[in-house]
């Protein structure tokens, strides 16, 4: 079986390494529960966009809110990349990082005016503009800076991106962006605004997307309405088709960036729109497999023998120190996500409920896997580099982990674990 992550994770004998370090030895080194990131594979996932899209108007915006670390932010600055961000929170970052502004397109349903306003002074390169409501607060804001907001407006094409309901976004069912036969309206009104200046068109159907079609459809949505949009005087320059696709955590097969880039640069020439400016919004596919979640396995907790069939105290525990605090995926979506011991022990092993000390039966990891283990082992939980650190919290009082980025020979700490302390530093007695 190749590894979801290969060929930066790889297996060397017993022992499971990420771009040549031992994850037994960072584990020990710097202690449990740890995410280790490879800035190699974050750069090649990168590049495989970049190469597909070279000779093209184009930018590559990482989805910040996928893994926001700042050393993760500055990895794809230095290659040249822009930013999709979804906050004032994450627009701080991608400056702290040293990302340009001017490669920052701010996306979101909630913009709030102090926001519009961080990100104008700042000098984004458009708002993603999500709902006609935004319009109005928008021009105002701009008009009492005395500049013009870029804005694309992020159309719902309506088409199904056949994957998990919560991130499926594409729907006319979604909280997201303005319906497509509303949009010609809504650009009517952006291009009457003097604070406001149309730029483009954007869209994003979803997360985990493992095929192409559901792309191709939005894609010729959007070019529709470009083209509507365009007939009734309001140029467009960039279309923006969002990110969402999949990796491989078990055995799903997206498509590769590059097969997917490719298929849309084909579409955009066979419907004549071949030099237009094409942006992509990748979050998953640039972080995901780059990244594990190191944990160590506390307690084994065999399940009773005598007990009747079917009932749940027949089932043997792995209790291990990251809980669904560190990494909610499984509890959040029920996400299969890989679970390989860091180093291999012999014999086939016993099917274990992998789980977390966190007070909730949804904390679990992962579901019957078979491993061999003993207390003291160190497991790690692959595709952890993309939502796993970003949505991680502090329930139970745990403090959040530590982060941990290889780079060839080297090896940086990039974010210290987090103190106890500091959970309630800003609390106070009363
Ligand atoms: C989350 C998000 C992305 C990235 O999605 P992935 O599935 O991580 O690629 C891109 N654009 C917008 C607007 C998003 O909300």
């Given at each position: 079986m190749t590894l979801p992550g290969a060929p930066f994770l790889a297996r060397r004998g017993a022992g499971l390494e990420l771009d040549g370090h031992s994850l037994d030895e960072l584990a020990r080194r710097f202690g449990t529960p740890l995410f280790v990131y490879s800035r190699r594979a974050m750069r090649a996932?990168?590049?495989?966009?970049?190469?597909a899209l070279r000779g093209r108007p184009h930018l590559v915006c990482y989805a910040v809110k996928a893994n926001s670390n700042l050393a993760v932010l500055q990895t794809f600055a230095r290659a040249g990349g822009g930013f999709d961000i979804v906050s004032a929170g994450e627009l701080a970052r991608v400056l702290a990082a040293g990302g340009e502004p001017a490669r920052v397109v701010f996306s979101g349903v909630g913009k709030t005016r102090a926001e519009m306003r961080q990100a104008l002074q700042a000098g984004v390169r458009c708002f993603n503009v999500e709902?006609?409501?935004?319009?109005?607060?928008?021009?105002?804001?701009?008009?009492?800076?005395?500049?013009?907001?870029?804005?694309?407006?992020?159309?719902?094409?309506?088409?199904?991106?056949?994957?998990?309901?919560?991130?499926?976004?594409?729907?006319?069912?979604?909280?997201?962006?303005?319906?497509?036969?509303?949009?010609?309206?809504?650009?009517?009104?952006?291009?009457?605004?003097?604070?406001?200046?149309?730029v483009g068109i954007d869209c994003h159907i979803g997360?985990?997307?493992?095929?192409?079609?559901?792309?191709?459809?939005?894609l010729d949505r959007l070019l529709d309405l470009v083209e509507a949009v365009e007939a009734a005087g309001i140029a467009i320059r960039h279309v923006d088709v969002g990110g969402?696709?999949?990796?491989?955590?078990?055995?799903?097969?997206?498509?590769?960036?590059?097969?997917?880039?490719?298929?849309?640069?084909?579409?955009?020439?066979?419907?004549?729109?071949g030099q237009r400016e094409v942006l992509f919004e990748p979050g998953r596919s640039l972080v995901g497999n780059a990244g594990v979640l190191l944990t160590e396995v506390l307690y084994l907790k065999a399940g009773q023998d005598d007990s009747a069939e079917g009932d749940d105290s027949a089932r043997s525990f792995c209790v291990v120190d990251a809980a669904m605090n560190d990494l909610v995926r499984p509890a959040m979506y029920q996400a299969f996500m890989a679970i390989e011991p860091c180093v291999r022990r012999p014999g086939?092993?016993?099917?274990?409920?992998?789980?977390?000390?966190?007070?909730?039966?949804?904390?679990?990891?992962?579901?019957?896997?078979?491993?061999?283990?003993?207390?003291?082992?160190?497991?790690?939980?692959?595709?952890?580099?993309?939502?796993?650190m970003?949505?991680?919290?502090?329930?139970?009082?745990?403090?959040?982990?530590?982060?941990?980025?290889?780079?060839?020979?080297?090896?940086?700490?990039?974010?210290?674990?987090e103190e106890v302390s500091t959970l309630f530093a800003d609390e106070r007695l009363t």
């Open positions: 996932a990168f590049d495989a966009y970049e190469q709902s006609e409501g935004e319009l109005a607060p928008l021009n105002e804001v701009a008009l009492e800076l005395g500049v013009r907001a870029p804005v694309s407006l992020r159309v719902n094409p309506d088409v199904d991106a056949r994957t998990h309901p919560y991130i499926s976004t594409g729907l006319k069912a979604n909280k997201f962006g303005i319906a497509h036969d509303k949009a010609l309206v809504a650009y009517r009104l952006a291009a009457a605004l003097p604070g406001l200046q149309v997360s985990q997307i493992t095929q192409v079609a559901p792309y191709l459809d939005a969402g696709l999949g990796i491989t955590y078990t055995d799903e097969a997206p498509p590769a960036a590059s097969d997917l880039v490719a298929r849309i640069l084909e579409r955009l020439d066979a419907r004549g729109h086939a092993g016993t099917t274990w409920d992998v789980v977390g000390p966190v007070c909730e039966s949804g904390d679990w990891l992962g579901r019957d896997r078979r491993l061999a283990v003993q207390p003291g082992d160190m497991l790690a939980v692959l595709s952890a580099g993309a939502y796993g970003t949505m991680a919290s502090n329930y139970n009082s745990r403090p959040r982990a530590a982060e941990v980025m290889v780079d060839g020979d080297r090896v940086h700490l990039i974010r210290k674990r």
